[in-house]
């Protein structure tokens, strides 16, 4: 079974700093490329950044130099650390597992950035 478990959302401040974690299980997860995405109310979902199993990177232009992308592998965790967020980046972010035809999704967890 797949699965894809996001944890450490919750309110958040303008300005202020989250780090989210996806544990996954049920997938060889160092041949998965690890992504972030976030869908905001009334919004198409949008990519927010992935990693590669070569740790290569990508961020959407938004998040470069604010958000970090990491992975352990170790520990089957991708990890997203968030800083000086906006309250526009208020959204649910889902975690995603990306190997050819085959894609997974988190639940989500919500990311409310408000004072």
């Known amino acids: 079974q797949v699965q894809l478990v996001e944890s450490g959302g919750g309110l958040v401040q303008p300005g202020g700093s989250l780090r989210l974690s996806c544990a996954a299980s049920g997938i060889s997860f160092r041949l998965f490329t690890m992504g972030w995405y976030r869908q905001a109310p009334g919004e198409q979902r949008e990519l927010v950044a992935t990693?590669?199993?070569?740790?290569?990177?990508n961020y959407a232009d938004s998040v470069k130099g604010r958000f970090t992308v990491s992975r352990d592998n170790a520990k089957n965790t991708v990890y997203l650390q968030m800083n000086s967020l906006k309250p526009v980046e208020t959204a649910v972010y889902f975690c995603?597992?990306?190997?050819?035809?085959?894609?997974?999704w988190g639940r989500g967890t919500e990311v409310p950035v408000s004072s």
């Open positions: 990693i590669t199993p070569n740790d290569s990177t």
């Open positions: 995603n597992a990306d190997f050819g035809p085959f894609q997974a």
